[in-house]
């Protein structure tokens, strides 16, 4: 089967996830994407740039399926190619949405500053619309489905008329969850003879945005070195612009503990992984989880909020070792798993045997099935 995946927004997750499912896919799988920039402009003109080129390289066999991200305006596209895609089915990968993004706290700052921290509807109307459009619509968690719909109706609402409720159902009917796949194996294997280093490693690989609440994060750090609590802290998450004021004297306080500040490329960050004794979130915003499931596969506790999407790729089991129900809850567990890094990492790695489910290997022949289903279901009888 010849699948068009189509990645207006190609960097990062998205990247990571279109490239790693064309390379473990049974299918071909051809990428048609635009570089991860300017997002808002990529939901209204990507579209349209990519269309033109699709239909610009001329002839070849037809894709049996699209598959796009979610910031792809498909309805702009299949207008765009409707000679040629008229016929073929369409399917979207929720990475995120725009209904239920959260926005920033100061209303100057972040991606819609431009309305004053006021939600700007377009983008989410673009998601909505393009699910109306797709045949089948995939979410990377059941938290992440059921936030949105739950979000949904009270957004139709807010229009003064015709306002569709009922396409609400209509599109839960062919929305479900199909997780993020991971490639683990460029994490590598845990290296011969690793000895765990004195004092403990604590690992920041999140992207340091405010969604993740990183000024938290720092000014827990700073508490604990207050403490007198020995650590050392590698801060190697993805960066978009400069720091905030608050996490960059965070960094500064802690001193020599900090062994990495930066976005680390790929040997580093395989070296981290498995030196890190633990990691944590204080996150306000996650649909799913891909670099905290990549720290459990190189066997690092995480200890997570127990909200967001966390329950739902922790094992119940290991709930009570990785989640936590307060900020004075994160600190006790901090405060143990730093005086105790042998029995914490003896958990992480029971725990990691829980990532293989999200590994590429396992989940691409998931993915191929329910494609396959896709273009199956749309052929006439």
């Known amino acids: 089967m010849h699948i068009l995946l189509i990645s207006p927004y190609h960097g990062g997750s998205h990247q990571a996830w279109a490239e790693g499912y064309r390379r473990y896919s049974a299918h071909m799988v051809e990428l048609l994407a635009l570089p991860a920039h300017f997002w808002k402009w990529r939901m209204h003109g990507g579209a349209v740039t990519l269309a033109r080129r699709w239909l610009a390289a001329g002839a070849g066999p037809l894709p049996d399926l699209l598959l796009a991200t979610d910031l792809l305006d498909l309805t702009t596209f299949l207008a765009l190619t409707r000679q040629q895609t008229a016929d073929i089915p369409a399917a979207v990968y929720m990475h995120e949405n725009q209904l239920t993004y959260p926005l920033p706290d100061d209303p100057t700052t972040g ?127 993805e960066r978009f612009g400069a720091p905030s004021q608050a996490w960059q004297e965070g960094v500064t306080a802690l001193g020599a503990r900090v062994i990495y500040d930066g976005y680390a490329n790929d040997e ?76 914490a990492g003896a958990i992480a790695r029971r725990l990691a045997a829980a990532t293989a489910g999200y590994d590429w290997v396992a989940l691409a022949p998931t993915y191929d099935q329910k494609l396959v289903a896709i273009v199956e279901g749309a052929r006439p009888e």
């Not at 479900?176 to 004092?199: C, H, K, M």
């Not at 499931?293 to 997570?304: K, N």
């Not at 936590?324 to 600190?331: G, Q, T």
């Open 268 to 343: 580093t960050y395989r070296r981290l992984l498995w030196e890190a004794t633990l990691t944590f979130s204080t996150a306000h915003h996650e649909y799913f989880g891909i670099s905290i499931l990549e720290a459990i596969a190189a066997h690092t506790l995480p200890l997570l909020p127990n909200r967001l999407s966390y329950p739902e790729i922790i094992p119940p089991d290991f709930h009570a070792h990785c989640l936590y129900r307060s900020r004075d809850h994160l600190m006790a567990r901090l405060r143990w798993a730093l005086s105790r890094p042998a029995e």
């Open 111 to 237: 991606p819609m500053r431009r309305q004053l921290g006021e939600r700007d509807r377009h983008y989410a109307f673009i998601n909505y619309a393009s699910m109306l459009a797709a045949t089948r619509v995939f979410f990377n968690s059941h938290y992440h489905l059921t936030t949105f719909f739950d979000a949904l109706t009270p957004f139709l609402r807010h229009y003064p008329e015709y306002n569709e409720l009922d396409t609400v159902e209509l599109l839960r009917g062919k929305s479900e969850v199909l997780p993020v796949g991971i490639d683990l194996r460029r994490l590598g294997a845990e290296p011969p003879n690793l000895e765990p280093a004195a004092p403990p490693l604590i690992l920041w690989n999140q992207r340091l945005e405010y969604d993740k609440n990183p000024e938290q994060f720092i000014r827990v750090l700073n508490e604990l070195a207050a403490e007198g609590i020995a650590f050392r802290i590698a801060l190697c998450g």
